[in-house]
């Protein structure tokens, strides 16, 4: 399991356990030492058998390293444990923690391939977390060590699909610009629809008089915080004879939406259970936002940047869900 390692001693603690065996790596003393003293004041996971142990099986460190991005600036599995994925889940945390702080690019220096056998076996990892090749600095460190910078870019579609999470907590007192929310709404409005109606509409409230309104009739309360909400209107017109495709329009619309908040680096959930139940919060901001009766209000999606922490929730594992070629395929 993944700890995020609060603690300063701690995490000089950890970092001196893993590198201190991990000879192959960091041979050098001195160096090593910088690395486990530099820890000490730098965002860390690490890696527990379980819930009781103490000792790390691996670490990873992040510093930031310019406005947009952050480095690995140190990580290490023991040997007996490689190639059983820990490393793999160390970078899903941290890319997790770098993504929902806003950061644009992740990097990470390692000798450059061809030099020595475990440094190779190094680059393979990196290029199977899909790092990518940036520049080869010959002489940064020394001419025995060439230094490869690998860089990944957090601001994917598919880094946007990983990270995004429904997030329920606080958000920052601090308002969204305009421009954002053009770039979200206008997300929204670029997914497919059935037959190409169009039939999701959308109104951003970010006027704070109209949030409040709208706040006040969020009961049990949630998004209290948010300093803009996305409304998520539908029209039921049907596609072809019968066919009407509404729901799946507004649902793509509404991923889509998601998808760009995390980008933007901010953080939302899908409400619409909420407000779609018996008691009918849906009319009331109908009501209060003067939409026209041929439109259903179906989902509300706060925007803002999140104030709390906040963990992935469990899903299944990909081979439950997923499977090649037949129902009884792997
Ligand atoms: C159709 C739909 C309705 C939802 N309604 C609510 C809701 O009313 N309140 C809420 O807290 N979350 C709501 N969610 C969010 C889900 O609870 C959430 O997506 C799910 O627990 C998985 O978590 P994740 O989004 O972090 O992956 C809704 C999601 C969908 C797709």
Redesign the pocket.
């Known amino acids: 399991m993944i700890r995020f390692i609060e603690d300063g001693n701690e995490r000089k603690r950890i970092s001196r356990q893993v590198l201190e065996a991990l000879t192959e790596w960091f041979e050098v003393e001195t160096s090593r030492e910088d690395y486990i003293s530099g820890s000490e004041f730098l965002p860390m996971f690490a890696y527990f058998e379980d819930k009781t142990s103490t000792d790390a099986i691996g670490f990873l460190c992040l510093k930031e390293t310019g406005k947009d991005t952050v480095e690995i600036a140190v990580m290490g599995v023991l040997k007996d444990h490689h190639r059983e994925g820990i490393g793999r889940r160390l970078f899903a945390a941290a890319k997790d923690y770098a993504s929902q702080r806003g950061y644009s690019f992740i990097q990470v220096k390692t000798v450059k391939p061809g030099m020595y056998e475990d440094y190779d076996r190094t680059n393979d990892f990196y290029k199977s977390l899909g790092f990518k090749e940036l520049e080869v600095f010959p002489t940064l460190w020394d001419e025995d060590n060439p230094c490869q910078i690998y860089v990944m870019s957090l601001k994917s579609a598919i880094s946007a699909i990983a990270t995004?999470?429904?997030?329920?907590g606080a958000f920052r007192d601090e308002k969204v610009p305009v421009e954002d929310l053009k770039t979200i709404a206008s997300a929204g409005i670029d997914a497919p629809s059935g037959c190409n109606k169009q039939t999701t509409d959308l109104i951003i409230i970010d006027d704070p008089e109209t949030l409040d309104e709208i706040k006040a009739v969020l009961d049990p309360p949630?998004a209290q915080t948010a300093p803009a909400i996305i409304v998520v209107l539908s029209r039921r017109i049907n596609a072809y004879r019968d066919r009407c495709f509404a729901v799946q329009d507004y649902?793509a619309a509404?991923e889509n939406m998601?998808l760009a908040i995390v980008e933007l680096g901010y953080q939302s959930?899908?409400?619409?259970?909420?407000?779609?139940?018996e008691d009918r919060i849906c009319d009331k901001i109908a009501s209060i936002l003067n939409v026209p009766s041929e439109y259903d209000v179906v989902?509300i999606l706060p925007v803002g940047k999140a104030a709390d922490d906040f963990h992935?929730?469990g899903?299944k594992k990909f081979s439950e869900r997923v499977k090649f070629n037949s129902w009884n395929g792997f």
Request: net charge positive.
């Open positions: 995004r999470h429904s997030y329920r949630v649902s509404i998601l959930c899908w409400y619409e259970g909420h407000i779609t139940d989902c992935a929730p899903k």
